[in-house]
T-cell receptor, first 113, second 113 residues
Framework: EDQVTQSPEALRLQEGESSSLNCSYT??????LFWYRQDPGKGPEFLFT???AGEEKEKERLKATLTKKESFLHITAPKPEDSATYLC??????????????FGKGTKLSVKP | ETGVTQSPTHLIKTRGQQVTLRCSSQ?????VSWYQQALGQGPQFIFQ???????GRGNFPPRFSGLQFPNYSSELNVNALELDDSALYLC????????????FGPGTRLTVL
């Protein structure tokens, strides 16, 4: 069964304090791993897509990496505006579709000034 | 380029009623997926539509149904509302193809009293 587990559930950082969020996954044939940012009460905002182990992508203070079993979202020198819930998802054939997403529960990041 | 839009933003219904939620897909996208997100959880896959036909379904009862129109916009209908149906309903659009990124709308907050 395809599954995504994110840790930690919540993370509190001081402004400028770098850290990493973890996403462990089990899926029969990875066809894409996705990171989204979600602000309270809003829809997920796309950040990155990773397709193969060893792949890395960067955007401003965020860097996503992928291994065969997990992905990391590294946050360098975070700012208060980086506070949000970060969701990890993988493509799955669950339910008979070609490409629906299985999500983790997310990591709620709070960055204090 | 217009992103994914959803209407209404908020909705309050009573148990037993029926509701219709609407979604307009991003320009150039032909696939729409619907997700339900309970508070503190990751989005859960409801179903996906491609070329006006259901293309996969998650673990949701038949009272959850949908439509996709020739312009690729979509509706989610929920009959006989239950208290547990209270959630954020998210629509995502994508181009057909394995591994394609899904882009989410802002969501509809449904409250069932």
């Amino acid at each position: 069964e395809d599954q995504v587990t994110q840790s930690p559930e919540a993370l509190r950082l001081q402004e400028g304090e770098s850290s990493s969020l973890n996403c462990s996954y089990t899926v029969s044939g990875l066809r894409g791993l996705f990171w989204y940012r979600q602000d309270p009460g809003k829809g997920p905002e796309f950040l990155f897509t990773l397709y193969s182990a060893g792949e890395e992508k960067e955007k401003e203070r965020l860097k996503a990496t992928l291994t065969k079993k997990e992905s990391f979202l590294h946050i360098t020198a975070p700012k208060p505006e980086d506070s949000a819930t970060y969701l990890c998802a993988v493509h799955s054939d669950y339910g008979g579709s070609q490409g629906n997403l299985i999500f983790g529960k997310g990591t709620k990041l709070s960055v204090k000034p | 380029e217009t992103g994914v839009t959803q209407s209404p933003t908020h909705l309050i219904k009573t148990r037993g009623q029926q509701v219709t939620l609407r979604c307009s897909s991003q320009s150039g996208h032909n696939t729409v997926s619907w997700y339900q997100q309970a508070l503190g959880q990751g989005p859960q896959f409801i179903f996906q539509y491609y070329r006006e036909e259901e293309n996969g379904r998650g673990n949701f009862p038949p009272r959850f149904s949908g439509l996709q129109f020739p312009n690729y916009s979509s509706e989610l209908n929920v009959n006989a509302l239950e208290l547990d149906d209270s959630a954020l309903y998210l629509c995502a659009s994508s181009s057909r193809g394995s591994g394609d990124t899904q882009y989410f709308g802002p969501g509809t907050r449904l409250t069932v009293l």
